[in-house]
């Protein structure tokens, strides 16, 4: 069992930058790739950018360019910084591992004010 915990919504203004964490526990070391998830109001959820422990990175096309993840292996803390936000990034963001991922966050919201 793995424990994801998201840290770091709220909101943001259009243009700014939003920055998420996760803290990772539990059978971490069957862990390959971490990911980032989100989901909108009536929405599906979404695929964001994804990390393996290679360092191979993968973005979604409409957040590739101005997102940036990291993986602090020492302290197990999975993180998402994007720039230039826009309402359209509004959603509640999920911190996953697997791909399809098996493990999922409680989610943290994200409000991107127009």
């Known amino acids: 069992q793995v424990q994801l915990v998201e840290s770091g919504g709220g909101l943001v203004q259009t243009g700014g930058s939003l920055r998420l964490s996760c803290a990772a526990s539990?059978?971490?070391?069957?862990?390959?790739?971490m990911g980032w998830y989100r989901q909108a109001p009536g929405k599906q959820r979404e695929f964001v950018a994804s990390?393996?422990?290679?360092?191979?990175?993968t973005f979604a096309d409409s957040v590739r360019g101005r997102t940036i993840i990291s993986k602090d292996r020492k302290n197990n803390i999975l993180s998402l910084q994007m720039n230039d936000v826009r309402p359209e990034d509004s959603a509640v963001y999920y911190c996953?591992?697997?791909?399809?991922?098996?493990?999922w966050g409680q989610g943290t919201q994200v409000t991107v004010s127009s």
């Open positions: 996953t591992t697997g791909e399809p991922p098996f493990s």
């Open positions: 539990g059978s971490i070391f069957s862990i390959n790739v």
């Open positions: 990390i393996t422990n290679g360092g191979r990175l």
